[in-house]
């Protein structure tokens, strides 16, 4: 079945230090989500992409889907404490429903 | 508007007992969906609905069962709880799947 994963599993960065978190899917997506989660929360979304290659960007977050629609990355520089969490990506293979998360990178940032 | 509503927030079960998780959602959302949080394994797809009256399994559907008589509504059950179950529930909610999920605060489940 369709399987997502993601790495690194835990990243530990200095406050102002850049943090990137790579996303790859055993098949090809119609789309790829990218969610946040903050400890003790629930995950909240961040965005979509949709097109093969699409880059988006919001704020210091950078968001990437690759030209075969398998892979995506989330840099983001300069990191803030504010950052702290774990960050999924999801996504839907065409031929199916599911919508199918990742494994996830916790993010820990100090000041 | 609430969005998506999980109850309960906290439950305590003994090995074989059974319970109920209930989530509501208030955005007519098409698609609902159950995971189940372990720490180091992500957001795993217990079961998910399509619409009304209908539900289909997803990666680690053993040992639950689900039902979506009302389209707002989304239950997940455990008819013989084990300690493996033990896990922080997701329910979450979205329109033909493609969209924004919206999450439910979560359902911190401990089996003894």
């Known amino acids: 079945g369709q399987q997502v994963m993601q790495i690194p599993q835990y990243q530990h960065v200095q406050e102002g230090e850049d943090f990137t978190t790579y996303c790859n899917s055993s098949?090809?997506?119609?789309?790829i989500q990218w969610y946040k989660q903050r400890p003790g929360g629930h995950p909240v979304f961040l965005i979509q992409l949709v097109k093969s290659g699409e880059v988006k960007k919001q704020k210091r977050l950078t968001f990437q889907f690759g030209e075969a629609k398998k892979n995506s990355s989330l840099h983001i520089t300069a990191t803030q404490t504010t950052d702290v969490g774990t960050y999924f990506c999801?996504?839907?293979?065409?031929?199916?429903?599911?919508?199918?998360f990742g494994t996830g990178t916790l993010l820990a940032v100090q000041p | 508007n609430a969005g998506v509503t999980q109850t309960p927030k906290f439950r305590v079960l003994k090995t074989g007992q059974s319970m109920t998780l209930l989530c509501a959602q208030d955005m007519n959302h098409e698609y609902m969906y159950w995971y189940r949080q372990d720490p180091g394994m992500g957001l795993r797809l217990i079961h998910y609905s399509v619409g009304e009256g209908t539900t289909a399994k997803g990666e680690v559907p053993d040992g639950y069962n689900v039902s979506r008589l009302k389209k707002q509504n989304f239950l997940l059950g455990l008819e013989s709880a084990a300690p493996s179950q033990t896990s922080v529930y997701f329910c979450a909610s979205n329109f033909q799947g493609a969209t924004e999920a919206f999450f439910g605060q979560g359902t911190r489940l401990t089996v003894v």
């Open positions: 098949t090809t997506l119609s789309n």
């Open positions: 999801a996504g839907k293979g065409g031929a199916t429903n599911k919508l199918i």
